[in-house]
């Protein structure tokens, strides 16, 4: 599996933008597709985790969007309102869709075996 994140630049406080992960080199809809970002100095942290039919989102960072078109192997991270703080490496990351007792753990990076290479987010004031 290969994941191509991509769509990063600067933007505006208050601005919009849409990231886009490409998927190749497995079945795309048999994976929970997830975005996670890292500010400079700082921990990685979850922004949403999207399920593989896309029916379900989990604990998605608002005011973003996850969404997905199977059809295209294509995964979107929709982010409005942005601010200084949103400034990250935004990754994209995989899991196969298998169940999990705890939904809670689809924030935790080492339930995903697949990893974008990044694109960089900056929002100016």
């Known amino acids: 599996v290969q994941l191509q994140a991509s769509g990063g630049g600067p933007v505006q406080a208050g601005g919009s933008l849409r990231l886009s992960c490409r998927f190749s080199?497995?079945?795309?809809?048999?994976?929970?597709m997830a975005w996670f970002r890292q500010a400079q100095g700082k921990e990685r942290e979850h922004v949403g985790t999207?399920?593989?039919?896309?029916d379900s989102t989990y604990y998605v960072h608002y005011p973003f969007d996850i969404s997905r078109d199977n059809a295209k192997s294509t995964v979107f991270l929709q982010m409005n309102e942005l601010k200084p703080e949103d400034t990250a490496v935004y990754y994209c990351?995989?899991?196969?869709?298998?169940?999990?007792?705890?939904?809670?753990?689809?924030?935790?990076?080492?339930?995903?075996?697949?990893w974008g290479q990044g694109t960089l987010v900056t929002v100016s004031s």
């Open positions: 080199g497995g079945t795309f809809s048999n994976y929970d």
């Open positions: 990351a995989a899991r196969l869709s298998i169940f999990i007792d705890d939904s809670r753990r689809l924030k935790m990076e080492d339930e995903y075996d697949h």
């Open positions: 999207i399920s593989g039919s896309g």
